[in-house]
C-alpha cells in the first residue's frame, strides 16, 4: 500500500543550513545593537531636555534619511551584491556606535557647546545606513534557502530572532545603563554591532538573481513601485501595518511612562521595551510549529485590531505589570501580522525584483517606526502622554474597520502553495 499522508513539517528546516544560521547570528547581533542604542539615547535624550518633543524628534532624524534613499536603495540592492552592501552599512553603523560612544568620554563638554545636536546628527547617519540595509538584507535572505517553500519558515526564524533581540536588547541596555553607566552601554552596543559585521562577513558572496528586464534607474523604480500598487493583496498588507505602526507609536513614548506614570527608572524602561518582543517571540515560535495558512487575511486584520485595543488600555494603565502584559500582548498580536505580511511580499515578488519591493515596503512600514515616534511625541508635547498613546489605538481600530471594508482579496486571503510571483 502506499502512503497518502503529507509530508510532515519541518519546524527546523531552513535552521539546518549553515549559512541561515550565520545570517540569523549577524541578525541577531545587529538588533541587540539597536536596541540597546534606542533605549541609551531615548533615555539620555530625555534626561538631558525632559521634553517629550525631543523624544519624537529622534524617530523623525532617524526616518527622514531613511525614506530619501529608500527607494535607490531597493534599487541599488537588485543591481549590486547585497552581501556588499550589507558590509558597508554595517560598517558605517560600527562607525555611528563608535561616536556615540566617544560622546560619553567627556559628556559635559558636549553637551555644553552643542546640546544634544551630536547625539541627533549620529542618528541622521544611522538613518541613511539603515535606508540601505533594509532592502538589501530583505532580498539577502531568500539566497540564503534552498527554495520558495522555505520562506514561511525563514520568515519566522529570522522574524524570532529580530524580535527575541528585541526582548533581550532594551533589557541589556536599560541594566548596562542603570548599574555601569551610558560608556559602557555604548561600549556594549558597538562589540554587538561588529560581532554582526564579522558574522554577514562569513557568509559567501551571492551572485544577483537574473533579470529578465534590464531597465535604467527611473524605469526600475517605476516598475518596482507599480508592481506594488498593482496588486492589491501586497498593498493593502502593507498599508494596514503602516497605519497601524504609524498610530501605535508608544514605544517612542515609553521614557516618559517609566519616569513620569509607572515611576520605574531607566531598568524599568528597558524590561517595558523588551515587554512587545516577550510576546512576538512567543508567538512567533508557535507559528514556526503552526504556520498560518486558511483564512490568513482575516487573522491578520483581527490581530491588527488587538493590537490597537492593546494600545489603548496601555495608555490609560498606571499600573506597572498591567502595562507590561498589555505591551506583550501587543507584540504577539503585532508578531502574527508581520510574518504573514513579509511571507506575502517574498512569495509574491520575483526574486530580481524584491530589492525595490523592498524598498517601498520599507517607506510603508519601516519608516512609519520612526514617523510615528514623531507623532507621538508631538501630540505628547501638545496633549499629554497619555492621550497622544490611546489616539493612536483608537486610530489603528478606525484603519483596521476601513481596510476590512476595502480588501476584499486580503480578506479572503488564504496562504496557498499555489501563490505565484506577479499574481
Same mark, same amino acid.
Given at each position: 500500500?502506499?502512503?497518502?499522508?503529507?509530508?510532515?513539517?519541518?519546524?527546523?528546516?531552513?535552521?539546518?543550513?549553515?549559512?541561515?544560521?550565520?545570517?540569523?547570528?549577524?541578525?541577531?547581533?545587529?538588533?541587540?545593537?539597536?536596541? +540597546?542604542?534606542?533605549?541609551?539615547?531615548?533615555?539620555? +535624550?530625555?534626561?538631558?531636555?525632559?521634553?517629550?518633543?525631543?523624544?519624537?524628534?529622534?524617530?523623525?532624524?532617524?526616518?527622514?534619511?531613511? +525614506?530619501?534613499?529608500?527607494?535607490?536603495?531597493?534599487?541599488?540592492?537588485?543591481?549590486?551584491?547585497?552581501?556588499?552592501?550589507?558590509?558597508?552599512?554595517?560598517?558605517? $553603523? $560600527?562607525?555611528?556606535?563608535?561616536?556615540?560612544? $566617544?560622546?560619553?568620554?567627556?559628556?559635559?563638554?558636549?553637551?555644553?557647546?552643542?546640546?544634544?545636536?551630536?547625539?541627533?546628527?549620529?542618528?541622521?547617519?544611522?538613518?541613511?545606513?539603515?535606508?540601505?540595509?533594509?532592502?538589501?538584507?530583505?532580498?539577502?535572505?531568500?539566497?540564503?534557502?534552498?527554495?520558495?517553500?522555505?520562506?514561511?519558515?525563514? +520568515?519566522?526564524?529570522?522574524?524570532?530572532?529580530?524580535?527575541?533581540?528585541?526582548?533581550?536588547?532594551?533589557?541589556?541596555?536599560?541594566?548596562?545603563?542603570?548599574?555601569?553607566?551610558?560608556?559602557?552601554?555604548?561600549?556594549?552596543?558597538?562589540?554587538?554591532?561588529?560581532?554582526?559585521?564579522?558574522?554577514?562577513?562569513?557568509?559567501?558572496?551571492?551572485?544577483?538573481?537574473?533579470?529578465?528586464?534590464?531597465?535604467?534607474?527611473?524605469?526600475?523604480?517605476?516598475?518596482?513601485?507599480?508592481?506594488?500598487?498593482?496588486?492589491?493583496?501586497?498593498?493593502?498588507?502593507?498599508?494596514?501595518?503602516?497605519?497601524?505602526?504609524?498610530?501605535?507609536?508608544?514605544?517612542?513614548?515609553?521614557?516618559?511612562?517609566?519616569?513620569?506614570?509607572?515611576?520605574?527608572?531607566?531598568?524599568?524602561?528597558?524590561?517595558?521595551?523588551?515587554?512587545?518582543?516577550?510576546?512576538?517571540?512567543?508567538?512567533?515560535?508557535?507559528?514556526?510549529?503552526?504556520?498560518?495558512?486558511?483564512?490568513?487575511?482575516?487573522?491578520? $486584520?483581527?490581530?491588527?485590531?488587538?493590537?490597537?485595543?492593546?494600545?489603548?488600555?496601555?495608555?490609560?494603565?498606571?499600573?506597572?505589570?498591567?502595562?507590561?502584559?498589555?505591551?506583550?500582548?501587543?507584540?504577539?498580536?503585532?508578531?502574527?501580522?508581520?510574518?504573514?505580511?513579509?511571507?506575502?511580499?517574498?512569495?509574491?515578488?520575483?526574486?530580481?525584483?524584491?530589492?525595490?519591493?523592498?524598498?517601498?515596503?520599507?517607506?510603508?512600514?519601516?519608516?512609519?517606526?520612526?514617523?510615528?515616534?514623531?507623532?507621538?511625541?508631538?501630540?505628547?508635547?501638545?496633549?499629554?502622554?497619555?492621550?497622544?498613546?490611546?489616539?493612536?489605538?483608537?486610530?489603528?481600530?478606525?484603519?483596521?474597520?476601513?481596510?476590512?471594508?476595502?480588501?476584499?482579496?486580503?480578506?479572503?486571503?488564504?496562504?496557498?502553495?499555489?501563490?505565484?510571483?506577479?499574481?
Amino acid at each position: 500500500m502506499r502512503n497518502n499522508t503529507a509530508p510532515r513539517h519541518d519546524p527546523y528546516a531552513v535552521l539546518r543550513l549553515p549559512e541561515f544560521r550565520l545570517y540569523i547570528s549577524a541578525r541577531l547581533c545587529i538588533t541587540l545593537a539597536m536596541q +540597546i542604542q534606542a533605549v541609551i539615547v531615548g533615555w539620555q +535624550i530625555y534626561d538631558l531636555t525632559k521634553d517629550a518633543f525631543s523624544l519624537g524628534l529622534i524617530g523623525l532624524a532617524e526616518a527622514i534619511p531613511s +525614506i530619501v534613499v529608500s527607494l535607490y536603495a531597493g534599487y541599488l540592492a537588485d543591481m549590486v551584491p547585497r552581501k556588499k552592501i550589507i558590509v558597508t552599512v554595517i560598517t558605517v $553603523l $560600527l562607525l555611528c556606535s563608535a561616536a556615540l560612544w $566617544l560622546f560619553t568620554l567627556d559628556t559635559n563638554a558636549v553637551i555644553e557647546h552643542y546640546g544634544v545636536l551630536p547625539i541627533y546628527g549620529v542618528i541622521f547617519v544611522s538613518g541613511i545606513a539603515r535606508g540601505f540595509m533594509g532592502p538589501a538584507v530583505f532580498s539577502f535572505m531568500p539566497q540564503l534557502v534552498t527554495g520558495k517553500q522555505l520562506y514561511a519558515n525563514a +520568515i519566522t526564524w529570522s522574524s524570532t530572532t529580530w524580535q527575541a533581540a528585541s526582548l533581550v536588547g532594551p533589557a541589556i541596555g536599560g541594566l548596562v545603563y542603570g548599574f555601569y553607566g551610558i560608556t559602557a552601554a555604548y561600549a556594549t552596543d558597538g562589540v554587538l554591532v561588529l560581532l554582526s559585521l564579522v558574522a554577514f562577513a562569513l557568509i559567501g558572496a551571492k551572485p544577483l538573481p537574473e533579470n529578465i528586464n534590464p531597465q535604467n534607474l527611473t524605469e526600475s523604480l517605476r516598475t518596482g513601485i507599480k508592481f506594488v500598487f498593482g496588486n492589491q493583496i501586497i498593498l493593502h498588507a502593507i498599508s494596514l501595518d503602516m497605519f497601524a505602526v504609524l498610530f501605535g507609536g508608544a514605544v517612542a513614548l515609553l521614557p516618559i511612562f517609566a519616569s513620569d506614570i509607572l515611576l520605574i527608572g531607566p531598568q524599568g524602561l528597558g524590561f517595558l521595551r523588551a515587554a512587545p518582543a516577550v510576546g512576538s517571540v512567543i508567538m512567533a515560535v508557535w507559528m514556526a510549529y503552526h504556520p498560518i495558512t486558511v483564512k490568513a487575511g482575516k487573522i491578520m $486584520l483581527w490581530c491588527v485590531a488587538g493590537f490597537g485595543v492593546s494600545l489603548i488600555l496601555f495608555g490609560l494603565s498606571t499600573n506597572f505589570w498591567f502595562s507590561l502584559v498589555l505591551l506583550v500582548l501587543s507584540g504577539a498580536f503585532d508578531s502574527i501580522s508581520v510574518i504573514i505580511r513579509s511571507t506575502l511580499i517574498h512569495t509574491l515578488t520575483p526574486e530580481y525584483m524584491k530589492g525595490r519591493v523592498s524598498s517601498v515596503n520599507s517607506i510603508f512600514v519601516g519608516s512609519s517606526n520612526e514617523i510615528g515616534a514623531f507623532r507621538a511625541g508631538s501630540m505628547a508635547k501638545l496633549l499629554g502622554a497619555v492621550p497622544a498613546v490611546v489616539f493612536g489605538g483608537v486610530m489603528t481600530l478606525l484603519v483596521v474597520g476601513v481596510t476590512a471594508f476595502k480588501a476584499d482579496k486580503l480578506r479572503a486571503l488564504h496562504m496557498t502553495p499555489d501563490l505565484e510571483p506577479g499574481h
